[in-house]
Structures are given as structure tokens and as C-alpha cells.
């Protein structure tokens, strides 16, 4: 809320060298946190019943504990 608070006009009107910049930032920012979940994230968070995920737990069931001697 607070950061909505703080990217509004601070005069009104928005002239160029008025215009806060802080609006376009968090989009950008947005925009690369967006393309990149979809690109790449989106695949190492699986949901628990997930196939990769069962096979994987399966296989760390069965593998010693790293901390055995």
C-alpha cells in the first residue's frame, strides 16, 4: 500500500520534468521477474504429486545418508 502511496504525482499536472520514474522501475522490474518465472522458474517449483517430484523422493528414500560413515 505504501509503495502505491509513494509512486503517485506528487503535482498535479505531470509535466516530463515532473513525472516520477518510480511507476516504470517496478514495471520493469516486473516485467524481468514475470519473463523469467516463465522461461526458467516455473520448472523447479513442482507441485508435491508431481511425477519428478515422487521419483525424486523416491530416490533419496533409498540413498545412504550422506552423514553415515
Do not use: K
Request: hydrophobic fraction near 50%; charge should be negative.
Amino acid at each position: 500500500m505504501i509503495t502505491v502511496l509513494f509512486m503517485l504525482p506528487q503535482v498535479s499536472p505531470v509535466t516530463w520534468q515532473s513525472f516520477d520514474y518510480a511507476p516504470v522501475a517496478v514495471l520493469v522490474v516486473l516485467g524481468f521477474a514475470a519473463t523469467w518465472w516463465l522461461a526458467s522458474a516455473r520448472h523447479w517449483f513442482l507441485d508435491p504429486d508431481h511425477g519428478r517430484t515422487l521419483s525424486r523422493e523416491t530416490a533419496r528414500a533409498g540413498a545412504p545418508d550422506p552423514s553415515d560413515p
